[in-house]
T-cell receptor, first 116, second 113 residues
Framework: AQSVTQPDIHITVSEGASLELRCNYSYGATPYLFWYVQSPGQGLQLLLKYFSGDTLVQGIKGFEAEFKRSQSSFNLRKPSVHWSDAAEYFC??????????????FGSGTQLTVLP | NAGVMQNPRHLVRRRGQEARLRCSPM?????VYWYRQLPEEGLKFMVY????????ESGMPKERFSAEFPKEGPSILRIQQVVRGDSAAYFC???????????FGAGTRLSVL
């Protein structure tokens, strides 16, 4: 069965500092990987995704993530954090059914706090 | 273009009552997914439906929970005889046929007294 581990429950960074959120996955085949962001009381917004091809993917709001098969990782990065990035971030892997990602398995999330 | 619409946003029920959560997918989306988020946890898959069909209900509790996605109208997640442990945020997502991307609604926060 697939699984996702986000080792950092809570991360605090200063505004303008760089950010890296870690994600490790377990999946028997080439994974479909996602990063979502959840603001308080809101639903999840897709930041970026990896299905195949270039292992460095760009997303919205200046985020990027790098897929490393050898490390089973899909870490999320941003060069300079803004106060509005404070939120909870979820990494997810998609269970492939009939060629499409149908059932998403989520990590437990990383809560990001941004200091002024 | 409206996103995934869930209602109600907040639902309070007493133990033993029924809870009905509704989800209208994005326009043009025929696939619906339900997830549950317990406090301090990530989302857990419950069920995947297409119009009039349950495709995968491997994450649904065996008792008291049911889901449907009728030909007309929203998808419904129904919880009978709620217990305190059912208190959680329930999220619906939808996708277009042939797409790997799920778009999420804002969720329904169920509180069981």
């Amino acid at each position: 069965a697939q699984s996702v581990t986000q080792p950092d429950i809570h991360i605090t960074v200063s505004e303008g500092a760089s950010l890296e959120l870690r994600c490790n996955y377990s999946y028997g085949a080439t994974p479909y990987l996602f990063w979502y962001v959840q603001s308080p009381g809101q639903g999840l917004q897709l930041l970026l995704k990896y299905f195949s091809g270039d292992t460095l993917v760009q997303g919205i709001k200046g985020f990027e993530a790098e897929f490393k098969r050898s490390q089973s990782s899909f870490n999320l990065r941003k060069p300079s954090v803004h106060w509005s990035d404070a939120a909870e971030y979820f990494c997810a892997v998609g269970l492939i059914s009939s060629g499409y990602a149908r059932q998403l398995t989520f990590g437990s999330g990383t809560q990001l706090t941004v200091l002024p | 273009n409206a996103g995934v619409m869930q209602n109600p946003r907040h639902l309070v029920r007493r133990r033993g009552q029924e809870a009905r959560l509704r989800c209208s997918p994005m326009k043009g989306h025929s696939h619906v997914y339900w997830y549950r988020q317990l406090p301090e946890e990530g989302l857990k898959f419950m069920v995947y439906l297409q119009k009039e069909n349950i495709i995968d209900e491997s994450g649904m509790p065996k008792e008291r929970f049911s889901a449907e996605f009728p030909k007309e109208g929203p998808s419904i997640l129904r919880i009978q005889q709620v217990v305190r442990g059912d208190s959680a945020a329930y999220f619906c997502a939808s996708s277009r046929s042939g797409s790997n991307i799920q778009y999420f609604g804002a969720g329904t926060r169920l509180s069981v007294l």
